[in-house]
């Protein structure tokens, strides 16, 4: 039966689901993880953002994943990105936890560090090795500086319990700093965390013990982890599921497995328009290798999938992003029988990043009143989406120094 009485034929979609850590979601649909670049530029949430994680929380969803939350403000993907350290006004950040928590729902934090993807207009950005290629130039960290990363994430993650959030994730996905050093494209290193994949998986390893210390037994943390980079000379399958194994030898309440990169040029596969999910297959060779809750993110649009997806039992919760774009009460509708299948846009042409910045903007139409709509130009929608960034990017460099 639903949570309303009614006969739930969603295979298991509203089930609750305990985790690891003794947390409790109320049924297996997460919104995951996405930019939605609307913080005030100074690391801040927004009322907007408080509005934007209520309606996702009103609307039936478990769990809504913030993305992208820095530690620090010197590598940010993005100058919408919020900033939770020492100096950070913790009521507000209470204020979004708050929301976001509203009708039993849950509002984790995505423990972010861009790495050499770091916005450059705002950063000097800084990955496992150096690299110097069109559209991505980056110095390599330095040992110390790697030293220093698992406490300065754990502080981070032990911030975000203190303002309320239900829980974190870290994010060693997309091509961010932690799935960098799981790349061989992105890590030459020749000490103790380059070579063989043992070495590469190391960091990670290390910032889950310190977030796990910090945060205590009984509080979420969850992995977002790469199946593939999708890319050449990147992590293959292989050696994720080391990893997976690796994790499951850790205190992880949850790992939500995606893949691809921000790496210039790729093309993501959510932009693609291929049939999703992408990345089942993975999960389902990952299922043998740990006991730990398995979440599928990339390319479930659609009730239907959702559960197909639950029904196969290599995943116990699915992850969905855009679709919570264009319906945020999905949960509450499916259970229902509404909407079984949101009507995506279609676009003509799709230009490098035309269809990410159509979505963000759809994140500041839901939360935003008088944002108007987003336009179906996609080249208007890129240039609107960087001329805010422009804008925040200014009160960024007022706000903090650039590093470095």
Known sequence: MGDNGKTDTGAGLFDPIPLPCGTIL??????????????????????AQARLYRRWAEGGVAA?????????????EKPGNLVLRASSDLPRFKELSRAGSANGALLWVQLGHAGALAYPPTSVPAGPSAQNLPG???????????ARLPSEIATTADLARRAGFGGVQVHAAHGFLLSQFLSPLFNRRTDRYGGGIANRMRLLLEVIAA?????GPDYPVAVKLNSSDQLEGGLQEAEALEVVAALDRCSIDLIDISGGTYFPGARAASDSGGRGPYFLDFATRARALTSSPLMLTGGIKTYSQAREVLAGGAVDIVGLARAFCLEPSLPALWQEGLQLEPAFPRFAETPEGGVTAWFTLRMSELAE????????DLQEAIHLYEARDAERAERWRGCFAKPG
């Open 64 to 76: 809504s994943i913030i993305g992208e939350l820095q530690g620090s403000p010197d590598f940010a």
């Open 26 to 47: 109320k049924n297996r649909i997460v919104k995951s993880a996405m930019s939605d670049s609307l913080g005030d530029g100074t690391g801040h949430p927004t009322a």
């Open 136 to 146: 991505l130039h980056c110095r390599e960290m330095s040992l110390e500086e790697i």
């Open 369 to 376: 009143a008088g944002a108007g709509p987003v336009p179906d």
């Open 211 to 215: 977030v796990r210390k910090a945060v």
